[in-house]
């Protein structure tokens, strides 16, 4: 995937590839009894901004996309719970390829 990926950055359809990038879904904290809580952290495969068709002012806009490749054996329950929270807290749909 990432040689596909390379290709469109190279032309110019996409910007700003990332491997690996990490994602922070809940911030460490200490509890009241003094008891650190470690964040909760999800790592992609790949991040970058892809354009979108001009609007109708001739506008170009560039949408963030996370992409991770998955297998049925890669698809977890973290995995999917992660995918959940990347969504609901972050606002990001996170890409199956």
Do not use: N
Not at 62 to 79: I, N, P
């Amino acid at each position: 995937r990432y040689d596909e990926l390379a290709l469109l950055l190279a032309a110019g359809k996409i910007r700003d590839l990332k491997l690996q990038p990490e994602f922070t879904l809940q911030e460490a904290y200490t509890t009241l009894e003094g008891v650190r809580v470690r964040a909760i952290r999800y790592r992609a495969d790949f991040s970058y901004e892809r354009a979108t068709e001009p609007d109708c002012c001739g506008e170009v806009h560039w949408l963030l996309v996370v992409e991770d490749v998955k297998s049925e054996a890669t698809k977890t329950r973290v995995y999917a719970i992660k995918r959940k929270l990347m969504r609901e807290r972050l606002g990001i749909d996170v890409r199956e390829v």
